[in-house]
C-alpha cells in the first residue's frame, strides 16, 4: 500500500470532518442555540394561563383581569371587555414573537427604551409576570424596538403585534347594550311610558307568543329582535359611570323599560331603561352642522348612564301591534290547486290544470259563464299577494255589527269578497280548504278590514294589499301578444313604418338576414332583442274612446311567423306624450301596452336592425 497516498487519503477525512463538525455540528448548534435564545426571549402567552393583561402608557392606561363571568377591566374603569376585542387581544399575545435581534447596546436612548412609550404585563398563574416594554419606531416605520423588562437585549416587534393592546379603553369596552344574547332569551316585558305593558314568552327555538295583553301569536322575527337590537346595537358614549340622580337624563320616568328574562324565576336577567332624547349637532369636515340624535339609557342591573343612536330606539317596539304575528294567511304555494274568489259581480273559479297552466271559470249572476286561459304568471303572483298580506291592526272584539267595517255589502247578503283556497299539501292527502273574507275599502280610514272564516277578530290591511287581491278576470288571463316558448320559433319578423319604408328578415343559422331591401346585413343582436321581448307584450285592457293617439303617425308596425302558430300581426304601435302606455292596434281594437319595459325595444327606423360598417381607417 502506498504510504504517501494513505496520508492524502487520512487528511481528506480529517478535512471533511472537520467541515461536518464546522458545518453540521457547531454551526447548527449555534443556529439552534440562537433559535432557543430567541424563543427564550419572548415565547408567547399560554392563554390559558392568562389572567391579566397590564397596559402602562401615558395616555388611558389599563388593566383587565380573568374572572369567573368573564374578562373585566378594573382599571380606570370597573366595566366587562368587549368579547371580539378581547379575543383579539388573546390572539396578539399568543402570536407576540420578536421579529429580528438587536442585542445589548450601549445607549438605550437610542431606541426609546429609556422612557418607553408603553409597557404590556401579562400575568400568568403560578408564573412570574412577562413585561415587555416598548420604545421608538425602526427607521423603516414597521416596527417598534422593544424589550422585556430587567433584561438588557433589544428586539423589534411589527407594529400589527402591538396593535391590539394600543387602543382606546372605550374601543375595548363591552359595549352592548344589554349583554344578554338573543337565543338565551325566554321572556320579554316591554313597557312604554304611561303603561300598556305587553309581554312575550318564547315557545319553542323559532316560536314566540304574546301572553299580555291578549293571548296571540306573536312575531317570532320581532320578538327576538328586542334582544337582538340590545345585544348588537353599540353604546355611543359612556356619560356618568356612577350616576347619583338620574333625573338630569330622564331615567327617572323612563320613556321605555325592557326586561328580559333568560330563566324560569321572576327576576329579569337583565334590561334596559330609555330615558330623554339629546341632539348634538357637531360640526363636519366640511364646516357644517349635521344634528344627531341619541337618547340615555341604562340597565336595570345598574351601572352607567348611556348614549345609544336614536334608531336603536326606534327600533325597539312601542305598541302591542308591533309585536303580533302579522301574516294574515299562510299557506305553500305549490299545494294551491284552486281558488274561488266570490263578489257580488261575479264569480273567478281559478283552477290549476298542471304546474304552470290554470283555467279561469267566470260566473255572473245573470248566468252568463265564460271559460279562459289564465296566465301562471299573474295567477302565481295573485297566491304570493293573498299569502303576504299582513295586518296593520286589529280589533279583537268586533261585536255584532260588521257593517261599520265594510264587510256585510250594501245589501247586507254576504261579504264583499271571499277568497276560498283549497290546498293539497301532497298527492296523496285530502284537500284542505281556507276562507278569507275581504271588506270594502273605506277611504275615510285609509283600510279595508277581513278576516278568516271562523274567527272573531278582524284585522286591517293597506290599500297596496287591498289592490294587490282585487285583480280582475282580464288581468289574471293570457293577455300575450305572441305565445311562443322559445325565441327560435320566431322565423321571420317583418317590420313597416310611417314613411312607408319597410324590412323583412328572416332566421338563417343562428343569425337573420335581410329578405327586403336585399343587399343589407343585419345586426342579428339588435333583432333578436325585440323577440326576447315580445314574448312579455301583454295586453292591459282596451283603450278607452278619444285615449289613444292618431295611429297615422305610428311608431312602427309588426308582423311576422312562428313555426308553431304561423302567420301572426300585424300589430301597429303608436305613443302619446304624457301616458304611461303605447298603444296597439290589432285588426279593429286598440289595446294598451306598458310602455316602461317595452318602448326602447321596438325598432324606430331601417337603422336599428342594420349593421353599420366599419368606418375606413379605423376609428377616429
Known amino acids: 500500500m502506498n504510504p504517501k497516498k494513505n496520508l ?16 453540521g455540528v457547531k454551526w447548527a448548534a449555534e443556529e439552534r442555540a440562537a433559535e432557543e435564545r430567541k424563543v427564550k426571549l419572548l415565547k408567547g402567552i399560554d392563554e390559558k394561563a392568562l389572567i391579566r393583561i397590564d397596559v402602562s402608557r401615558e395616555e388611558e392606561p389599563y388593566q383587565v383581569i380573568r374572572t369567573e363571568k368573564g374578562w373585566r377591566f378594573i382599571k380606570p374603569i370597573d366595566a366587562a371587555v368587549d368579547s371580539d376585542a378581547l379575543e383579539k387581544l388573546l390572539e396578539a399575545a399568543t402570536k407576540l414573537r420578536e421579529r429580528r435581534r438587536i442585542g445589548d447596546v450601549k445607549d438605550r436612548a437610542e431606541f426609546g427604551m429609556d422612557k418607553p412609550r408603553m409597557k404590556i404585563t401579562f400575568g400568568l398563574k403560578d408564573k412570574d409576570d412577562i413585561s415587555v416594554e416598548i420604545g421608538d419606531r425602526t427607521p423603516t416605520r414597521e416596527f417598534r424596538y422593544a424589550a422585556l423588562a430587567k433584561t438588557p437585549g433589544i428586539f423589534t416587534l411589527q407594529l400589527s403585534d402591538i396593535a391590539e393592546f394600543d387602543k382606546t379603553v372605550f374601543s375595548i369596552r363591552d359595549r352592548s347594550i344589554v349583554p344578554v344574547m338573543p337565543e338565551s332569551a325566554k321572556k320579554v316585558i316591554v313597557e312604554p311610558q304611561g303603561g300598556g305593558e305587553f309581554t312575550v314568552v318564547r315557545k319553542s327555538k323559532d316560536e314566540w307568543a304574546l301572553v299580555k295583553p291578549i293571548q296571540d301569536r306573536a312575531d317570532s322575527i320581532d320578538s327576538e329582535g328586542i ?26 320616568k ?8 333568560t330563566g324560569d324565576d321572576q327576576k329579569p336577567t337583565d334590561g334596559v331603561i330609555l330615558g330623554g332624547r339629546k341632539v348634538e ?52 304555494v305549490d299545494h294551491v290547486k284552486r281558488i274561488l274568489i266570490e263578489s257580488k259581480s261575479r264569480k273567478l273559479d281559478i283552477v290549476r290544470k298542471t304546474k304552470k297552466e290554470w283555467d279561469l271559470h267566470v260566473a255572473t249572476p245573470d248566468g252568463k259563464q265564460e271559460k279562459i286561459p289564465g ?96 285583480k280582475t278576470p282580464y288581468f289574471l288571463s293570457e293577455r300575450r301578444l305572441l305565445l311562443y316558448a322559445k325565441d327560435t320559433e320566431i322565423t ?17 343559422g343562428e343569425g337573420w338576414r335581410f329578405v327586403s331591401p336585399e343587399g343589407r346585413e343585419a345586426e342579428p ?71 316602461k319595459w317595452n318602448e326602447d325595444k321596438l325598432p324606430k327606423s331601417l337603422k336599428d336592425w342594420e349593421k353599420e360598417e366599419e368606418k375606413e381607417g379605423g376609428s377616429a
Open 525 to 595: 343582436g339588435n333583432v333578436e332583442d325585440l323577440v326576447g321581448a315580445l314574448k312579455d307584450f301583454e295586453r292591459e285592457g282596451e283603450a278607452k274612446p278619444g285615449e289613444a293617439p292618431d295611429f297615422k303617425d305610428f311608431i312602427v308596425e309588426l308582423s311576422g311567423r312562428d313555426i308553431r302558430h304561423g302567420e301572426w300581426g300585424p300589430f301597429r304601435f303608436a305613443d302619446k306624450a304624457g301616458s304611461e302606455f303605447l298603444y296597439m292596434r290589432e285588426g279593429g281594437k286598440v289595446y294598451r301596452i306598458t310602455k
Open 227 to 252: 334582544v337582538s337590537t340590545l345585544r348588537w346595537d353599540k353604546v355611543q358614549r359612556f356619560v356618568d359611570e356612577k350616576p347619583k340622580d338620574l333625573s338630569p337624563y330622564g331615567l327617572d
Open 492 to 508: 321571420e319578423v317583418t317590420a313597416r313604418f310611417p314613411d312607408e319604408s319597410s324590412m323583412k328578415l328572416e332566421r338563417f
Open 8 to 23: 492524502i487519503l487520512l487528511l481528506v477525512l480529517v478535512i471533511l470532518g472537520s467541515a461536518y463538525y464546522v458545518y
Open 281 to 332: 349637532a357637531p360640526e363636519t369636515k366640511s364646516g357644517q352642522k349635521k344634528p344627531k340624535a341619541y337618547y340615555y339609557a341604562r340597565r336595570l342591573s345598574g351601572g352607567p348612564v348611556m348614549l345609544i343612536n336614536e334608531k336603536t330606539f326606534k327600533d325597539l317596539p312601542k305598541s302591542v301591534l308591533s309585536l303580533r304575528h302579522k301574516t294574515v294567511i299562510d299557506y305553500d
Open 254 to 261: 323612563p320613556r321605555l323599560t325592557v326586561r328580559i328574562f
Open 375 to 470: 296566465r301562471h304568471k299573474h295567477v302565481d303572483d295573485l297566491m304570493w299577494d293573498i299569502k303576504w298580506i299582513n295586518a296593520i291592526d286589529y280589533v279583537d272584539d268586533p261585536g255584532d255589527d260588521l257593517s261599520k267595517y265594510g264587510l256585510l255589502r250594501e245589501d247586507g247578503k254576504g261579504a264583499p269578497l271571499r277568497y276560498t283556497l283549497w290546498l293539497k299539501k301532497k298527492e296523496d292527502a285530502p284537500l284542505e280548504d281556507k276562507s278569507l273574507i275581504i271588506g270594502r275599502f273605506l277611504d275615510e280610514e285609509k283600510r279595508a278590514y277581513g278576516r278568516i272564516e271562523g274567527e272573531k277578530r278582524l284585522f286591517a290591511v293597506k290599500k297596496e294589499d287591498y289592490d294587490k287581491i282585487t
